[in-house]
């Protein structure tokens, strides 16, 4: 061929992306913003409406279950426990039985996990998984500047995050709260949001697979928390250990009780940081490459044997992080099983509690817990099988001896084997700090196998995310982690029916407090169901 050939193709061919002489580096950013969320309206509408929704049917919902001064000022209490700290937030001592005061410590880190999420998706979606599936190839033929993909997927989720801080406020504030408070607490929910997002710039910077930048991305979101966390466990109103926790900064505000907008300050200075350090890592790499080399391009990596070696290999990073964060998570729960004994002989709520559940229904209720974080894992491992398809790198294994059914049931079973691996560090975090604090060593043992007994709840949802996979919507997967999350977290508060959460299969695993054989054996043939299924519908159906 002798066509000439221009600038950008030669950059793209020759492995890197350099602004068009002719432009500025952020040349394009109108137009690939108008394309993200063209491409994108059904999935951020879905959110934006969910998270509405909740602000708009909570305050109701926690006013229905605790209508008086008195059954309010008991859940206060409970929430002063070290558990109950780790899953809410801090308390300041003043205005603590104010509705506004409860929605902001009860709902304010659930609200912050999942739009830290949903940016951090959105985020890596249009960066880094554009760049892996070839996607990006196509947009760099054109005029595009070096900077203007990140550039239009932050400025997509930073608009997502002004629409949500507007659209909560309405709806929360619609029900008789005072709007400057609202507005405060949703603006700081939003802005710990969009520091995640340059979280996300960052690591898509720094991973060649978009899988791999999402799970550090995640990983720093789930830190952030348990730093969070363990901060106000040492000081109920927020500790040195706490401010090391952007989470912390938002909770800081204290919308409702004494509320001050400077911790909103240190979130701006850090994302404008954070957005800084993806620049200058973009400046540097290639096109289609990152800074941090992964295990294959390693001239050491070791020979993969096998459909499910490969599974497993490429989930190892995955795995691996999942499992210290879960062991820690787990070595936090079980250590502070002996602050709450001690706090139920002066609370006669907690009393009254342990009295009906004993000191086993607290071990369950944290296993749920571990597990529920533990889907998520699941359901993206096997959700990686779609998203090779959609890149183009599926293609490569199934071109030779790999049937279709097999490709992805041996995923199925590569997520199940890291759930029973992610599940075993848990349960052992978890006995080991119950343990070594209440002085019984024999609940290392035990906590250990009620964690593992989680895996047939796990392989459900297995089941179900490669239903997701054959029917080409990954959101089915997302959505059965969401209902097993919400089912256990807000279940009670939003006043769910029973049979409803009794849908959720971690919730029906209530190991150590009794082993439901039945229950497990029935989840065991349900995943087996689903994976068939799904196994027999991902074979007949077209490749794209």
């Given at each position: 061929m002798t066509a000439p050939t221009t600038a950008a193709s030669t950059a793209t061919r020759h492995g890197r992306h350099e602004a068009s002489p002719a432009g500025s580096p952020w040349t394009g950013t109108a137009r690939l913003i108008r394309h993200a969320l063209r491409r994108d309206r059904i999935r951020?509408?879905?959110?934006?409406?969910?998270?509405?929704?909740t602000m708009a049917y909570s305050p109701n919902a926690i006013e229905l279950a605790y209508p008086d001064e008195a059954s309010r000022l008991a859940r206060v209490n409970l929430l002063k426990t070290p558990a109950g700290m780790m899953l809410g937030g801090p308390m300041f001592g003043g205005n603590e039985t104010d509705l506004g005061a409860m929605m902001a410590n009860e709902l304010m880190l659930t609200l912050i996990v999942a739009t830290s999420i949903l940016t951090i998706l959105t985020v890596i979606r249009h960066t880094r998984a554009?760049?892996?599936?070839?996607?990006?190839?196509?947009?760099?033929?054109?005029?595009?500047?070096?900077?203007?993909?990140?550039?239009?997927?932050?400025?997509?989720?930073?608009?997502?995050?002004?629409?949500?801080?507007?659209?909560?406020?309405?709806?929360?504030?619609?029900?008789?709260?005072?709007?400057?408070?609202?507005?405060?607490?949703?603006?700081?929910?939003?802005?710990?949001?969009?520091?995640?997002?340059?979280?996300?710039?960052?690591?898509?910077?720094?991973?060649?697979?978009?899988?791999?930048?999402?799970?550090?991305?995640?990983?720093?979101?789930a830190?952030?928390?348990?730093?969070?966390?363990?901060?106000?466990?040492?000081?109920?109103?927020?500790?040195?250990?706490?401010?090391?926790?952007?989470?912390?900064?938002?909770?800081?505000?204290r919308p409702f009780v004494e509320l001050r907008w400077w911790p909103l300050a240190l979130l701006f200075a850090l994302t404008a940081g954070l957005v800084a350090v993806a620049a200058g890592l973009e400046?540097?790499?290639q096109y289609d490459d990152g800074t941090v080399a992964s295990s294959g391009e390693r001239p050491t990596a070791r020979r993969i044997h096998g459909v499910l070696g490969l599974h497993l290999v490429?989930?190892?990073?995955?795995?691996i992080g999942w499992s210290v964060g879960l062991f820690a998570a787990g070595l936090a729960f079980g250590s502070m099983t002996k602050s709450l004994l001690d706090a139920a002989v002066t609370n006669e709520l907690l009393a009254r509690v342990l009295a009906a559940q004993g000191t086993d229904g607290v071990y369950t209720t944290m296993t749920q817990f571990l597990a529920a974080a533990a889907s998520a894992y699941v359901v993206s491992a096997v959700l990686r099988?779609?998203?090779?398809?959609?890149?183009?790198?599926?293609?490569?294994?199934?071109?030779?001896?790999?049937?279709?059914?097999?490709?992805?049931?041996?995923?199925?079973?590569?997520?199940?084997?890291?759930?029973?691996?992610?599940?075993?560090?848990?349960?052992?975090?978890?006995?080991?700090?119950?343990?070594?604090?209440?002085?019984?060593?024999?609940?290392?043992?035990?906590?250990?196998?009620?964690?593992?007994?989680?895996?047939?709840?796990?392989?459900?949802?297995?089941?179900?995310?490669?239903?997701?996979?054959?029917?080409?919507?990954?959101?089915?997967?997302?959505?059965?982690?969401?209902?097993?999350?919400a089912s256990l977290y807000l279940g009670a508060l939003l006043r769910l029916p029973q049979w409803l959460i009794d849908l959720s299969p971690v919730g029906r695993t209530t190991v150590p407090t009794d082993v439901p054989v039945v229950a497990l054996v029935v989840m065991t043939v349900v995943a087996g169901l689903l994976a068939g299924v799904a196994g027999w519908l991902y074979r007949r159906r077209d490749a794209v």
């Open positions: 951020l509408s879905v959110w934006i409406a969910v998270l509405t929704l554009e760049e892996e599936s070839g996607a990006a190839e196509l947009v760099l033929a054109s005029v595009v500047g070096r900077y203007a993909r990140t550039t239009a997927a932050l400025v997509v989720v930073a608009a997502v995050n002004v629409v949500l801080a507007v659209t909560m406020t309405a709806a929360m504030s619609a029900t008789g709260f005072d709007v400057v408070d609202t507005a405060a607490m949703c603006i700081g929910v939003t802005a710990v949001a969009m520091a995640f997002g340059a979280v996300a710039a960052v690591t898509a910077q720094m991973w060649r697979q978009a899988r791999t930048a999402t799970g550090a991305a995640m990983a720093t979101l830190l952030a928390a348990l730093l969070r966390g363990i901060g106000d466990v040492i000081d109920n109103s927020g500790s040195a250990v706490s401010w090391l926790s952007p989470i912390a900064w938002a909770q800081q505000m400046a540097r790499r490429l989930a190892r990073g995955q795995t099988v779609y998203g090779d398809e959609q890149s183009g790198l599926g293609e490569t294994v199934l071109a030779g001896a790999v049937s279709r059914w097999r490709w992805l049931l041996t995923a199925v079973v590569s997520a199940i084997v890291g759930a029973a691996v992610l599940m075993f560090f848990a349960g052992l975090g978890n006995g080991l700090g119950a343990g070594i604090t209440l002085g019984e060593p024999g609940n290392v043992v035990r906590l250990t196998l009620a964690g593992v007994a989680f895996v047939p709840a796990l392989a459900v949802l297995a089941g179900v995310a490669a239903l997701g996979v054959a029917l080409r919507h990954a959101w089915i997967g997302w959505l059965a982690v969401t209902f097993v999350v």
